[in-house]
């Protein structure tokens, strides 16, 4: 597939968006259990305000990829079908949600409504973040099931790309709260930057499971069954055009094996190792600076990451489009 | 149930771009236009098609086939692309199968062209929404035309007869038969799309010609030439036995 | 859903290609909307083809040329440097300058057209100038088809005749691309499939129609004489031949004197000195009686010829013609005609078996009754259902003529001839071998003010039909009709050019080109051609004078003009397809048609119709003017409904609606309303001959008088099938020195001699035996895209879609011997130049041949196409390799001779043989990412190797073809170029 740059920018940006935002309700959560001390409300704000300042840039990017993004409320139209129209649905919910988490922070509105036998307070930004994070996962699944649902798109259609993209979003936004923790709330950081931490190696492990199952797959369409001609040597000679075509931009990357390899392995350094070491090195040194670069590097990593993911996938319809003549 | 499809004969294709030329035309000022053309005049030409004809070879020469093979959008059964689009301007019409594009509702996420494993669909890189192959809806049932025209503009143009046009689900239709008597089959039948067009394989008229039949008893050259007699003083079984 | 009704549908005859189907036209707000097919028409039955349904975008080209143009003072010639000028100017021009050289020497005036459809107006206003310098493109084109087959058969294929697929049970298509007859063809061909019939392709490449035969048998180019030879060989082997046929209608059976030392040797005998009406062959030469073991007039009634044997006569040796085809075809065994062609010996036998097998057991007995020239009645038609197609894969070779005799014969010898599921004649075919029609035979039919003494093209019978002076010289500026082709039916456009560049024979003043883009692909060796367009005498003057170009569009051709007329497209013109040019009659009886606008013409362009009439008024030329001078049409239209070949001959350009009120067909008073009449009728006049006229025309009594009393033919004699062509062997004995007929120059002698022989034979074809094979292993040939009409189609913006720009296609096994990989920047190179192209691997071609589509590379910038579009950069000519003219090949000569075949003239351009090679190392690089991206397109989904964003193959400065030429700009008057296009009909074509 040729990756669209709004698509790439909309999925890491919201995948840490959500990310940002579980930590942040992680934080609440373990405070709320008496894990943890309670936290300032400006944390929870200023967190709240950063993830939800990503989630309307990737909803912003996410316009670039409409060819008329002034209709794009009716993609809530489909939502029984279809996993973007879902998609379309929670984003916002999510978003307001999360505006409305960061307000109740900020203004320090926090009624309690009840108390659990645990006594933790069933209080205002409880529910709300308990929705949120709800949602949170509802947006991983439904951005990772707009994906994973094309059966025919071999390299996405696998439980493991929903996991991904919770776990990449989940690794990137924990990595960008324990930055953020450095500076307005040192004391989750550890936590924070911990659960980072082990998030990118589980994100390692499962993106790597999926680019070892993605290696071995074997088409499963092949140019005898896209023509339907039994025969072992079929060679395209001529696509019936010659100028390019929509279906020549859309599904190709354009670009050579050698490139994909390198891409490859950029993003396992970027978006996992290099994270991991810095994730490390500031836990253990309590530095919010190394803890921000590794969240840019983690988040360039991504890129990278989101690039490949589109890149690889090969999609059938490209059995049509070999050859001009 | 209605399923209005192509029968495409890959027996008699040439390979022509008839029917992707007329479909063009037929539709640029159509309902579904118009079909923009980018750099018309200039470097890497580029417009939205509903048809396109491709060439393949098959084998190795001498043993080479060539496959002229005409491609549109399948109109399947159970399409893909339907319920993956977020707007519902794609949908499957209940009435006779006809898979469409409601250029109003549509916002041009291309999502459905990925969700289609045949590249049937195509965006229109003007009108920034989503295209394909209507089965000419704005031709089939439009009474003002004669009963020979409601027929696609593709098939009406082909000059080979290669593209068949009817309803699949009729098993007495021109197309059902064609599908059952010369083993028509469906692309890429591994994903349960079910598409409604279906394809006629290459079939081979051979002769075999038996070694009698070259024995003539019309041969004319007993006529002309008597055929050669040995010579009386040749040898014969008569010089050496006499029984 | 938006409207697309449709407010008014016009009916005309579609011209994006010379198959010309008739199709409606439907118009929104005068625009156009949509163009089918005419279900009612006979030719394409309501279908049509890619280029027929593009007509829009040729109607709003933006390559239209849409002013008369003059070329800039001092601006050179190619440059496309011009200023518009009104039409009274240009016709002052022309009227001024064409009256002079029609005072003077009329031959200075020199009209050839190309590719078009009225050569029997064009031929009339050259006639009628006086100058005997006129031709179409059948020179360049498929003569040898034409000539080939009339000289054997009477008629052809093309045009002229065609395979009856309905009846026929195997069809062998050789050489056939595309051919013209498009659409009816592919209609049929998918029928005869339908109907379980066999079909055969022998073609070195398989595409197209090939790739649905049931068998494809690749060629080596250029060998099917050795095929075809071989195949007869076995049929007469083996007793398959239809002897009956043979016997009553070719000269099979006819005696040939075979005394080497006799005047006559090679002549048939006859019972009476022949007649000096050359024009029919009487019936008066000897079969050798099987029953009474005696000579006796042929056709005698209970007489049976011996078709084998040597006999004397008055102590003349002789033998039946069909003897000595036996004798000749000895040798041409399957097994060495493997050797030649490399189809497998056994292949070729059993093809042949094939052919014989079904052609006698499948024979098809037709209930219609008819009578033959000898009075003789019959019940019924037979059918022996082979069919045979064949095309320019035999003709646009130099030893194509012989050739094509020799399918001829094949098909004769299957007894096919108009004959249910064989081959079918298309009035006004069969015509007399030779037809009737001669040129002038000397010089002085060309006199000042005066018509030409004669046609300009015509059909020689015998040497003193030629069109030389006293010393054996051309007249002719192309030497057609001379002692270097003879037989050169259609002129030898391809070397107009370079003959009136060097001054040989003569100078001329005037070059008017119509619809030919002589400066590109009607040309060979264009690189050359285009200098001596440009080139100047020691004075300072242009070796071609004036060169006046009337074309629709901008080619490469209108650069090199000095005065452009813009002509009309077909959908803003009347015209018409007129029995007396080629028309588009079926089997079943002749058809003409119409064309009648259906849009206003573009800005200033008017038709070349009205411009000739305007001339030939303008220069009072007697056809155009009453007696007193004054001008006798108002325009085409009138010219069309009032025209008589003499006055009162009821023959005119159209058949249908004649007479006063429309009720006569095909002679008759001219009718005022013939137009409305063809207009209610589709547009199209189909007259069904009676049943039994249909069949076994060349000797049917009933067509032929029919044929005859409608002044179609002179004579109603039968056409015996020249088996064996004394009109051949008349030019050898002239050769050999013997007979009364004129003698060729000494130089050509030896040429006449060989090539002239009245039995088909093979020989290697001339380009071949002047080529190093071993330093240029390949042949190269090109075909037609069934997408695009030559070069007129890279304007149109859908159609340029499909063919964008062209590759040469290699046998994959052949191009990695060479080192060349799927999608390698290569050099191809012939011994007359160099071309560089990239190459494409493929298994459908035969591994001794490379192969591209015709003329989709243009010239950079020409026909309005943005400089950098990649058909120039791109898009490759393989003109540029072919030579127009050879080595003659007599040693110690540094004389030329045309490039083409001996017997006829007709371009050789599938004979050039060349070499390949990978480009330099810069332009690889370029290739490694064409090539290998697309290579590791499977797997990866890198791309295919497209321009539009993918793998920029077109970015690469180095890939880009050789040899390139100065980008032309727009001329003045052209439409816009558009960088978008919406086409939507009814709104200005823009929205
Ligand atoms: N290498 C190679 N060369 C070949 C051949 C080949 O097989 N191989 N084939 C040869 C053959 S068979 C042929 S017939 C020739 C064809 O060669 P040409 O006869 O030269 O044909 P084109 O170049 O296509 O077109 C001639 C011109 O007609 C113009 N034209 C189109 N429509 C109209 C119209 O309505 N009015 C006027 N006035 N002009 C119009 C076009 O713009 C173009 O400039 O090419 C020959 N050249
Ligand atoms: N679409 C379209 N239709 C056209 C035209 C066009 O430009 N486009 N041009 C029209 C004109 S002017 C003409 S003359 C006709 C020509 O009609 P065709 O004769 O069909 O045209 P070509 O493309 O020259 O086809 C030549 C075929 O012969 C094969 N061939 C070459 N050499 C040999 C050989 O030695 N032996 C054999 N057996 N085969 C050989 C080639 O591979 C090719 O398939 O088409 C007409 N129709
Ligand atoms: S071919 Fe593609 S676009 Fe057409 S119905 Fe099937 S999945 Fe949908
Ligand atoms: S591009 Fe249009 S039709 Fe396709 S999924 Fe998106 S909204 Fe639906
Ligand atoms: S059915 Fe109509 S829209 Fe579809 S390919 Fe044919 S012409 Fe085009
Ligand atoms: S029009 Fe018919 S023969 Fe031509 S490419 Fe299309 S399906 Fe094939
Ligand atoms: S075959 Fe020629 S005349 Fe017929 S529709 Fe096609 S372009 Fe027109
Ligand atoms: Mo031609």
């Known amino acids: 597939m040729h990756p669209a740059f709004s698509v790439v920018f909309l999925t890491t940006l919201i995948g840490a968006g959500q990310g940002l935002f579980l930590a942040l309700f992680t934080v609440e959560s373990y405070a709320a259990f008496g894990l943890l001390s309670p936290q300032p409300d400006d944390f929870y704000a200023l967190g709240s305000a950063i993830a939800f300042v990503l989630l309307v840039l990737g909803l912003i990017a996410s316009f670039f990829h409409l060819g008329h993004p002034e209709r794009a409320w009716r993609a809530a139209a489909k939502w029984r079908t279809s996993w973007l129209s879902r998609e379309v649905i929670v984003l916002p919910a999510f978003m307001g949600l999360v505006c409305l988490y960061g307000c109740a922070h900020w203004l320090g509105l926090n009624p309690v409504f009840a108390q659990l036998p645990s006594g933790a307070p069933v209080n205002l930004t409880a529910v709300l973040g308990s929705l949120a994070w709800v949602l949170a996962f509802a947006l991983y699944i439904c951005t990772g099931m707009i994906y994973a649902c094309l059966k025919f798109l071999r390299e996405w259609h696998t439980p493991l790309t929903v996991i991904n993209y919770i776990l990449l979003g989940g690794a990137s936004g924990f990595t960008l709260a324990a930055a953020l923790a450095a500076a307005v709330a040192p004391e989750v950081m550890p936590l924070l930057a911990g659960w980072a931490l082990i998030i990118t190696f589980l994100g390692l492990i499962g993106r790597a499971a999926t680019l070892i199952r993605n290696a071995r797959l074997k088409p499963k369409s092949t140019l005898q069954t896209a023509i339907g001609v039994k025969h072992p040597k079929i060679m395209q000679k001529s696509m019936g055009l010659m100028g390019g075509s929509f279906n020549t931009r859309e599904f190709f990357h354009g670009q050579s094996r050698s490139v994909l390899r390198s891409v490859k392995w950029l993003f396992l350094v970027a978006a996992f190792f290099v994270p991991m070491v810095l994730l490390a090195i500031g836990l253990s040194q309590a530095a919010g600076g190394v803890l921000l670069a590794a969240f840019v590097v983690q988040y360039l990593g991504l890129i990278a990451e989101r690039w490949f993911f589109f890149a690889q996938a090969n999609h059938p319809q490209n059995l049509y489009y070999q050859s001009v003549a | ?243 | 859903m938006t409207d697309n009704s449709v407010q008014e549908v016009k009916n005309t005859t579609c011209y994006m290609c010379a198959c010309r189907c008739g199709i409606r036209v439907h118009l929104k707000d005068g625009e156009v909307r949509y163009i089918d097919g005419n279900p009612n028409h006979p030719l394409n039955r309501g279908v049509i083809c890619a280029k027929g349904s593009s007509g829009i975008m040729k109607q709003y080209s933006p390559a239209r040329l849409t002013r008369p143009l003059r070329r800039k003072a001092g601006a050179e010639r190619g440059a496309g440097e011009f200023e518009p000028i009104s039409w009274d100017e240009a016709f002052a021009i022309l009227e001024e300058r064409l009256g002079r050289i029609r005072a003077t020497d009329p031959k200075k005036f020199a009209l050839f057209t190309g590719r078009d459809q009225m050569q029997a107006l064009t031929g009339l206003f050259a006639r009628q100038f006086g100058t005997p310098n006129y031709a179409a493109h059948g020179g360049f084109c498929s003569v040898n088809m034409a000539a080939g087959l009339i000289y054997t058969i009477g008629g052809s294929f093309w045009e002229f005749g065609g395979p009856d697929l309905e009846r026929a049970k195997l069809f062998v298509m050789i050489g056939t691309a595309e051919d013209h007859h498009s659409n009816p063809l592919k209609i049929a061909i998918s029928k005869f499939k339908r109907d379980g019939g066999r079909f055969v392709s022998i073609n070195p490449v398989r595409t197209g129609y090939s790739a649905i035969a049931d068998e494809w048998v690749p060629i080596r180019p250029g060998t099917d004489g050795a095929f075809l030879l071989a195949a007869i060989h076995e049929i007469i082997q083996k007793g398959l031949y239809d002897r009956d046929f043979l016997v009553q209608y070719s000269n099979a059976g006819e005696l040939v004197n075979c005394d080497e030392d006799d005047d006559e040797f090679g002549m048939f005998l006859r019972t009476e000195v022949p007649e000096e009406e050359a024009c029919y062959d009487p019936q008066d030469k000897l079969w050798w009686d099987r029953k009474t073991n005696r000579p006796v007039v042929t056709h005698t009634a209970g007489a049976d010829p011996c078709l084998l044997g040597e006999f004397e006569i008055n102590g003349t040796k002789v033998k039946p013609a069909f003897q000595l085809l036996v004798d000749r075809v000895k040798d041409y065994t399957p097994e060495w005609a493997e050797g030649v062609t490399g189809i497998p010996a056994e292949t070729i036998r059993r093809l042949a078996h094939e052919m014989g097998v079904t052609a006698r057991d499948q024979r098809i007995e037709l209930p219609i009754s008819w009578t033959d020239s000898w009075g003789k009645e019959h019940d019924t038609v037979t059918g022996n259902p082979v069919a045979f197609h064949a095309m320019r894969g035999l003709a646009a070779h130099s030893n194509g003529f012989q050739t094509i005799r020799a399918l001829g014969i094949l098909m004769s010898l299957l007894g096919t001839i108009d004959r249910p599921g064989g081959f079918r004649h298309k009035v006004p075919f069969p015509r007399p071998i030779p037809p009737c029609a001669r040129t002038p035979n000397h010089p002085n039919a060309v006199q000042p003010n005066k018509p030409l003494d004669g046609m300009a093209l015509g059909w020689p019978a015998d040497p003193d039909d030629l069109f030389v002076d006293d010393d054996g010289n051309p007249v002719r500026i192309d030497k057609g009709f001379s002692w270097e082709y003879p037989l050169s039916v259609h002129g030898l456009m391809h070397n107009v050019v370079t003959n009136a560049w060097r001054g040989d024979p003569y100078r001329i003043d005037t070059l008017l080109i119509f619809m030919a883009n002589m400066a590109w692909n009607s040309t060979m060796n264009a690189v050359e051609v285009r200098k001596m367009l440009n080139d100047r005498d020691e004075n300072g003057e242009y070796k071609i004078p004036f060169i006046v170009v009337a074309d629709a569009f901008q080619s490469e051709m209108t650069a090199f003009a000095d005065l452009i007329l813009p002509d009309t497209t077909y959908l803003e013109r009347h015209d018409v397809m007129s029995i007396l040019d080629r028309p588009i009659s079926e089997y079943d009886g002749p058809v003409d048609s119409v064309r009648i606008p259906v849009v206003p013409p573009l800005g200033e362009c008017k038709p070349f119709q009205e411009v000739l009439i305007e001339l030939g008024s303008r220069l009072k030329l007697p056809a155009f003017v009453t007696k007193d001078g004054s001008r006798k049409y108002r325009d085409y239209p009138d010219f069309i409904v009032n025209y008589e070949t003499e006055p009162g001959s009821g023959i005119g350009f159209l058949a249908g609606w004649r007479g006063k009120g429309g009720e006569k067909h095909l002679r008759g008073e001219p009718n005022p309303n013939q137009w409305e009449m063809y207009a209610k009728n589709d547009c199209v006049f189909h007259y069904e001959l009676p049943k039994s006229y249909q069949y076994m025309r060349n000797w049917n009594q009933g067509y032929l008088e029919w044929s005859q009393r409608n002044r179609i033919t002179r004579y109603a004699e039968p056409i015996l099938i020249h088996i064996y062509s004394e009109v051949l062997m008349r030019f050898r004995q002239a050769a050999r020195g013997k007979g009364f007929s004129r003698k060729p120059p000494a130089h050509l002698a030896k040429r006449v001699e060989t090539f002239f022989d009245p039995l088909p034979f093979y020989y290697d074809p001339l380009e071949a035996q002047v080529t190093d094979r071993h330093k240029y292993p390949l042949a190269a040939i090109t075909q037609r895209p069934m997408a695009m009409y030559h070069s007129w189609d890279s304007q149109n913006a859908w159609l340029r879609q499909i063919h964008a720009h062209n590759v040469l296609f290699v046998n994959a096994h052949t191009a990695r011997v060479n080192g060349i990989e799927d999608g390698d920047w290569i050099w191809v190179e012939s011994q007359w130049g160099k071309v560089k192209c990239m190459a494409k691997h493929s298994e459908a071609v035969e591994p001794g041949t490379v192969w591209t589509w015709n003329a989709i590379g243009k010239a950079a910038g020409a026909w309005n196409l943005a400089p950098d579009a990649n058909e120039s950069q791109l898009g490759f000519l393989l003109n540029h390799l072919i030579s127009e003219e050879l080595p003659a090949c007599e040693r110690g000569s540094d004389r030329r001779v045309s490039n083409s075949d001996p017997i006829t003239g007709q371009a050789a351009w599938y004979d050039v043989r060349v070499r390949i090679y990978k480009a330099d190392e810069v332009a690889a690089r370029g290739t490694m990412r064409a090539g290998k991206v697309g290579a590791e397109a499977a797997n990866s989904g890198g791309g295919p190797a497209v321009g539009g964003g993918v793998a920029p193959v077109s970015g690469a400065g180095a890939a880009r073809t050789e040899p390139q030429f100065p980008p032309l700009k727009p001329y003045p008057g052209q439409p816009e170029r558009k960088s978008i296009w919406n086409y939507f009909a009814g709104k200005g074509g823009k929205q």
């Open chain 2, 1 to 243: 149930m209605t399923q209005l499809a192509l029968v495409i004969d890959l027996n008699v294709c040439v390979g022509c771009h008839a029917c992707v030329t007329n479909c063009k035309e037929w539709n640029t000022s159509g309902s579904a236009g118009p079909l923009v053309d980018l750099n018309p005049y200039g470097k890497d030409p580029t417009g939205t098609f509903f048809n396109r004809v491709q060439t393949f070879e098959v084998g190795e020469f001498p043993h080479t086939e060539t496959v002229h093979f005409p491609k549109s959008c399948l109109h399947c059964e159970e399409p893909p692309c339907v319920p993956v689009c977020p707007t519902g301007a794609s949908y499957k019409r209940a009435e006779d199968g006809i898979v469409l594009v409601d250029y109003d509702k549509c916002i041009g996420c291309k999502y459905c062209s990925w969700a289609c494993p045949y590249g049937a669909r195509e965006l229109d890189e003007h009108q920034r929404v989503m295209k394909k192959c209507t089965l000419c809806v704005d031709r089939i049932y439009d009474m003002r035309l004669t009963a020979e025209e409601r027929r696609p503009a593709c098939v009406r143009a082909c000059p080979t007869s290669a593209r068949l046009f009817g309803d699949i689900h009729d098993p007495e239709s021109e197309v059902s038969k064609a599908i059952r008597e010369n083993g028509g089959y469906q692309l890429m039948p591994e994903w349960g799309t079910q598409p409604a067009n279906h394809y006629l394989p290459r079939r081979k008229t051979k002769l075999r010609i038996r070694e009698d039949e070259l024995e003539r008893a019309d041969n004319p050259l007993k006529i002309d030439q008597q055929l050669p007699k040995p010579g009386k003083a040749e040898p014969s079984l008569d010089d050496v036995t006499s029984w």
